[in-house]
């Protein structure tokens, strides 16, 4: 059993999915303070925020911790969650007909181990429907979601291509933990 130290539906979807016993709950950190040059120095420095602040409210001796942020960049922008529909329209426009990387990095703290894991799924969309995006913004279903983007959902029908791991895109690379965990469970 681990603590997810996130209140993501996805996330907690994800360990389901890849049958790893958990229990859901997290403090918030604020990530509008975080100041970052690089989509990957973004998201590390969030996940360290959150396994901070979650790491002072629960530890790790009775659960093993797990937190994970994710964030999008297309066009060499950081896509971070939309504040308003015209700013997702915007990103949405940014991702349409090019390659977009969703990035994800993990804190796994337990007590005999302890995993830093950035991976990244690179994305190739095809344009995107202009009517289609509007139906999608309307849905309210972007909200939330770092670059506005649900590759299970709205962006799904537009991959051209795909390097990675879904779960990856999704906001947790369960491929590694789950074999993290298992050979833990050998020893």
Same mark, same amino acid.
């Given at each position: 059993?681990?603590?997810?130290? $996130?209140? $993501?539906?996805?996330?907690?979807? !994800? !360990? #389901? ?16 303070? =975080?100041?970052?040059?690089?989509? /990957?120095?973004?998201?590390? !420095?969030?996940?360290l925020g959150k396994f901070e602040a979650n790491l002072r409210?629960?530890?790790?001796? @009775? &659960?093993? %911790? ?26 949405? %426009?940014?991702?349409?007909? $090019?390659?977009?990387? =969703? =990035?994800?990095?993990? =804190? ?10 950035? $991976?990244?799924?690179? &994305? ?7 009517? @289609?995006?509007?139906?999608?913004? /309307? ?5 939330? /979601?770092? +670059? ?11 991959? #051209?291509?795909? #390097? +990675?791991? @879904? ?7 369960? @491929? %590694? !933990?789950?074999?993290? %965990?298992?050979?833990?469970? /050998?020893?």
């Open positions: 059993m681990i603590r997810l130290a $996130s209140s $993501s539906p996805t996330r907690a979807e !994800l !360990l #389901k999915n890849a049958g790893i016993d958990f229990i859901q709950e997290s403090v918030d950190f604020d990530e509008e303070s =975080i100041v970052a040059t690089s989509p /990957k120095n973004f998201v590390y !420095l969030a996940t409210a629960f530890g790790y001796e @009775e &659960y093993p %911790l797990l937190v994970a942020d994710t964030v999008v960049t297309a066009g060499g922008k950081i896509l971070r969650k939309a504040k308003s529909v015209e700013e997702a329209r915007d990103i949405l %426009l940014t991702q349409s007909g $090019s390659v977009a990387t =969703i =990035i994800t990095c993990m =804190i796994f703290q337990s007590k005999s181990m302890k995993i830093i894991d950035i $991976s990244k799924t690179d &994305y190739i969309f095809r344009e995107f429907d202009l009517n @289609e995006i509007e139906n999608y913004l /309307k849905s309210g279903d972007w909200q939330g /979601k770092a +670059g506005a983007c649900m590759v299970e959902g709205f962006c799904k029908a537009y991959i #051209k291509s795909v #390097k +990675g791991y @879904e779960s990856t895109a999704m906001g947790l690379n369960t @491929e %590694l !933990l789950k074999t993290y %965990l298992i050979n833990t469970q /050998k020893d």
